[in-house]
């Protein structure tokens, strides 16, 4: 077995982290017969191919390299949800005059106190992801560098585990502009953001994406002076725009610095500083930006160098990651792929749907389609952002398609709670079937699961206008997408019967 990693600080939340995820002086197994099947990748994906194959009673070897459970657990959801919940505690103690209190003022930011919880929080749930978990699951855990060595086989520390299938679920990285200077100016990313102990009092963020707006915003919320930059105009790009443009209105307010449509030219490091020198528009005078720390949150690259995929046959792309078709095959018949190295959608909870497929298709020679997968996402800001299927641009370019809006002002419970930013809103075709829809609100990631199942089940506005929800709540905002529905299937000439039919009746 490799070197087991180290984490910073040394302290006894990541020691029991490391206990589960990459314990000290853990003894690879020895690989005997051929196994059904070899996941290579322990994050999301990985973890649910090897414990649903063993769970079904194949036999299975789990391979990483690094720290199970991937960036879901480490580096990505639990981490930062841990750090924006504690930013959004602080950020609503210090705006309780808005209810009638005067008791913000105390309201102090703790960055160490609620990085420490973080640590703590993350290693309750490592043990889930554990290696003893999947053992006792009946899984051989290897950790250790893996390498194809040819179309059935796969080194892991000189050590040959031949297999009928395997998947590869190696996940992805934070990717690196081409900026001069920055590779070697000591920047953060996701992978060692969360190592922090002190709060930076500048931080520059590269990078307009999800990760860089929910970092922006927490580390704003904990007193630190935030610029973002990133060379489209829009904050979070693959949003709606009028989403997009409720968050840029947060930020702004709460004294976030945008620099949207900003080329960086280079980065230098002066003493403890890191100078950043960026165009804000073409042809725009050059400014400096100092700052303490710098964050690169700038997309992602797949992990794909280094596995031997020539050896077993498998086609693959630097950037775009290892080719699949709709059943999530390789080239290599044998092989699969699931999760960030492969998929259009980078989210735990796709990379969990993938796995799921891999499993009918590698296992039991299933039909399954990733291409039938309805996904949803959301981003973690405060108003949250979620979305799932058509967006407001396909919709305008598709005929027959008719888009509803209300905004969550005229929602009671968001009223009532001073969560009044933002909106819901569908696109429908003729039959009332919802093709898409984007939330903006306080809890958009929570509501956004009741247009996902619509979709999935083929619910129609007509049938969400017939569901009885409690009030108040803001899922009500539904209910009034579905009236709106109901409204408009009131032609001139329907509402004409009526009126006709009513008289007669007085």
């Known amino acids: 077995m490799d070197a087991a990693p180290h984490l910073e600080p040394d302290d006894e939340s990541n020691r029991r982290l490391l206990a589960a995820v990459h314990p000290r002086g853990w003894v690879n197994p020895s690989p005997s017969g051929r196994y059904n099947l070899v996941v290579l990748g322990g994050g999301t994906a990985g973890l649910v191919c090897a414990a649903g194959a063993a769970g079904l009673g194949a036999k299975v070897a789990l391979v990483e390299k690094h720290l199970l459970g991937g960036d879901c657990l480490n580096v990505g959801c639990v981490p930062s949800k841990a750090l924006l919940g504690a930013a959004s505690a602080l950020h609503a103690a210090r705006n309780l005059g808005d209810f009638g209190s005067a008791w913000q003022e105390s309201a102090e930011a703790s960055f160490a106190?609620?990085?420490a919880r973080m640590r703590r929080l993350r290693a309750d749930l490592a043990p889930i992801d554990s290696a003893a978990r999947f053992r006792d699951l009946g899984v051989d855990v290897f950790l250790g560098q893996g390498r194809f060595t040819g179309e059935d086989t796969l080194d892991v520390g000189g050590q040959t585990l031949r297999f009928s299938r395997a998947v590869i679920a190696t996940g992805a990285r934070a990717a690196l502009p081409p900026i001069p200077g920055l590779a070697t100016s000591g920047y953060?990313?996701?992978?060692?953001?969360?190592?922090?102990?002190t709060r930076p009092r500048r931080l520059a963020v590269i990078g307009g994406g999800?990760?860089?707006?929910?970092?922006?915003q927490a580390f704003r919320r904990f007193g630190a002076e935030v610029t973002v930059l990133a060379a489209g105009a829009q904050l979070l790009p693959k949003e709606d725009a009028d989403a997009a443009a409720v968050?840029?209105?947060?930020?702004?307010?709460?004294?976030?610095?945008?620099?949207?449509?900003?080329?960086?030219?280079?980065?230098?490091?002066?003493?403890?500083?890191?100078?950043?020198?960026?165009?804000?528009?073409?042809?725009?005078?050059?400014?400096?930006?100092?700052?303490?720390?710098?964050?690169?949150?700038?997309?992602?690259?797949?992990?794909?160098?280094?596995?031997g995929l020539e050896a077993a046959g498998v086609a693959f792309e630097p950037r775009k990651g290892v080719r699949v078709d709709e059943r999530l095959r390789t080239s290599n018949r044998r092989l699969f792929a699931a999760g960030d190295v492969a998929g259009q959608y980078q989210f735990t909870h796709a990379a969990d749907a993938m796995a799921r497929i891999v499993l009918r298709n590698a296992l039991f020679f299933g039909r399954a389609r990733s291409t039938r997968l309805i996904v949803p996402w959301a981003t973690y800001t405060d108003p949250e952002v979620a979305h799932v299927g058509m967006g407001q641009k396909q919709a305008d370019a598709t005929p027959g398609v008719s888009t509803l809006t209300v905004h969550m002002k005229d929602v009671d419970r968001a009223l009532l709670e001073g969560d009044t930013e933002g909106f819901a809103r569908v696109h429908i075709d003729r039959k009332g079937r919802i093709l898409g829809g984007t939330l903006v609100a306080r809890h958009a990631g929570e509501m956004i699961a009741e247009l996902s199942l619509a979709m999935t089940a083929g619910i129609t506005m007509g049938q969400i206008a017939e569901t009885i929800r409690p009030y108040p709540t803001q899922a009500e905002v539904f209910k009034k997408l579905a009236d709106a529905y109901s409204r408009t299937r009131l032609t001139p000439g329907i509402k004409r019967a009526f009126s006709w039919l009513l008289a007669r009746r007085r």
Do not use: Q, W
């Not at 953060?188 to 102990?197: A, D, R």
């Not at 999800?210 to 922006?216: K, Q, R, T």
């Open 113 to 115: 106190h609620a990085m």
């Open 188 to 197: 953060l990313t996701n992978e060692s953001v969360f190592s922090l102990t």
């Open 210 to 216: 999800p990760i860089g707006c929910e970092l922006a």
């Open 247 to 307: 968050v840029r209105t947060a930020f702004e307010r709460e004294g976030i610095h945008l620099a949207l449509g900003s080329t960086i030219t280079r980065v230098e490091v002066t003493g403890e500083n890191k100078c950043l020198t960026y165009s804000p528009a073409p042809g725009a005078p050059e400014v400096r930006l100092e700052v303490d720390a710098l964050l690169v949150a700038a997309g992602r690259a797949p992990n794909v160098e280094g596995l």
